[in-house]
């Protein structure tokens, strides 16, 4: 798989309904998808650079959009599952507000905010920034095609889509996340008690939210088990068969944003 690394300038223009875009965490949470990842990865002799993604979201253009309030025409947005409040990068939702769970922001403040928010930290804490802190992957160009052939399709019931899941809650249940990467954790039994006692059953992780888009509007066949798949899974690591709920690699190329460490 094909890695760059460029401005956020110079792909912004480029970028489509439904790229991806991949974010480098760091803390308690991230290191245990990020171990998690290279657990359940086939190969161990992959380009670690790929297993630092602890969280993805999806792009969405302002067609996609049409009827949401407070969506800006020829904006681009990231929709993404995410913990987000006042205390981290300080962009809220479309609607101005903070909160856990799944949530439209404007890509281009994401972005910015995201990058100076960790490249300040590091600073701050004597240790050098990294070079990008934010990835790209595009499509690939069969899946490309068969958006823009169903585009208007697409565009047509996405919105309904949009209010089916927007504003679902951040997934905490430890249990779902270890059966996401480990198959050892999926005891389904004990899992469905948990999130009936929890009132988790409907909530989302991000890689959880991406896969039930694609399958949406049929990307992914309605085989792939959402609840299976974290954020490297996209970029070809997923151990988990088709037959067996896996999902199929749909991206051609990592893009990695570098960012300015002139905080």
């Not at 990842?37 to 792009?59: P, Y």
């Not at 959009?65 to 904006?75: C, D, M």
């Not at 949009?162 to 270890?178: A, H, I, S, T």
Request: hydrophobic share 35%.
């Amino acid at each position: 798989m094909e890695n760059l690394c460029v401005s956020y300038e110079k792909v912004r223009n480029d970028l489509k309904a439904f790229d991806l875009i991949f974010f480098r965490g760091e803390g308690f949470s991230a290191d245990i998808i990020r171990f998690g990842e290279w657990a359940t990865s086939e190969n161990k002799n992959i380009n670690l650079d790929t297993l630092e993604f602890s969280h993805v979201g999806l792009v969405l253009t302002s067609d996609l959009l049409h009827g949401i309030k407070n969506v800006v025409p020829s904006e681009f947005y990231i929709w993404e599952s995410t913990l987000n409040d006042i205390s981290g990068i300080g962009v809220t939702d479309i609607n101005e507000k903070y909160f856990k769970g799944v949530q439209l922001r404007n890509l281009d403040e994401v972005v910015d905010k995201y990058n100076k928010y960790n490249v300040k930290n590091a600073l701050s804490n004597g240790k050098k920034p990294k070079e990008s802190y934010i990835s790209i992957a595009q499509l690939d160009e069969k899946t490309r095609e068969y958006v823009e052939n169903n585009y208007l399709t697409i565009v047509a019931g996405f919105p309904e889509i949009f209010n089916r899941y927007q504003g679902v809650k951040y997934d905490f249940q430890p249990l779902n996340l270890l059966g996401a990467m480990f198959k050892c954790f999926r005891w389904e039994y004990i899992n469905e008690e948990i999130n009936e006692t929890l009132g988790s059953k409907d909530w989302l992780f991000c890689s959880e939210l991406v896969t039930i888009v694609f399958k949406e509007v049929g990307i992914f066949p309605n085989t792939c088990k959402s609840e299976f798949v974290v954020p490297t899974d996209f970029l070809e690591h997923d151990r988990d068969e088709i037959e067996e709920g896996g999902i199929p690699s749909v991206v051609k190329s990592v893009i990695n944003l570098t960012c300015n460490s002139n905080v």
